[in-house]
Structure formats: structure tokens, C-alpha cells
């Protein structure tokens, strides 16, 4: 049973990939246009210009949500009976994202 897994994927993955040549073939054909890839905003032509977003927001959230997911398989995976290790966890985890959060 232990191949099971494997044959699901690959007969899956044959799936796909007969459904995307099915819809390729099925598609209308569009000639290329090389206006479809400008912007338009109520007729008047954006100059596009490159703007470096950065990670500095992104990380400190980024990071609050996986101490969050690590709480919660923690507090999921504790054995019947021992809900004062859960509260010890979640205080440590309060004061990670304090850290997080006040840094």
C-alpha cells in the first residue's frame, strides 16, 4: 500500500497535464498584440517606472504568523492531560510576538 501515494500523483499529474493540451487546443487562437501589455488608465498612457517594494514590513508579519502556526500544531499535538505545558507554550509564544510586535 505503500505505493499508493506515488501512482495517485503521477495519475493526477496525467490528468493535468491531458486537461491543459485539451484546452490549449480549445483556446482561440489571438493574434499578438503589443498593446495588450501596456497600462491604461482612462486614456492617458502611464510612464512605467520601477519601484522597489523591500521586505521590511513583510518579514516582521511574515514572522508573527508562523510563530502563530508553530502554537497552534503545539497546542494540537499535546497529549490529553498536560494543559499547563499548553499555557507555558502560549506564554512564551505571547512574549515572542511581543518582541515581534514592540520591536
Known amino acids: ?3 499508493v501515494p506515488p501512482l495517485a500523483f503521477v495519475l493526477f499529474l496525467l490528468i493535468a497535464l491531458i486537461l491543459g493540451a485539451g484546452g490549449r ?3 482561440p487562437k489571438v493574434p499578438p498584440d ?3 501589455a501596456t497600462s ?3 486614456g492617458e498612457d502611464i510612464p512605467g517606472e520601477k519601484k522597489f517594494v523591500g521586505y521590511k514590513v513583510f518579514f516582521p508579519i511574515a514572522l508573527f504568523f508562523t510563530v502563530l502556526h508553530v502554537l497552534a500544531l503545539l497546542l ?3 497529549p ?3 494543559a499547563w505545558v499548553g499555557l507555558v507554550y502560549s506564554g512564551i509564544i505571547v512574549l515572542a510576538l511581543l518582541s515581534i510586535i514592540l520591536r
Do not use: I, N
Request: net charge neutral; charged share 10%; proline share 0%.
Open 76 to 78: 494540537g499535538l499535546l
Open 25 to 27: 487546443k480549445l483556446a
Open 40 to 42: 491604461y488608465a482612462g
Open 1 to 3: 500500500m505503500a505505493f
Open 34 to 36: 503589443s498593446e495588450a
Open 80 to 82: 490529553q492531560g498536560l
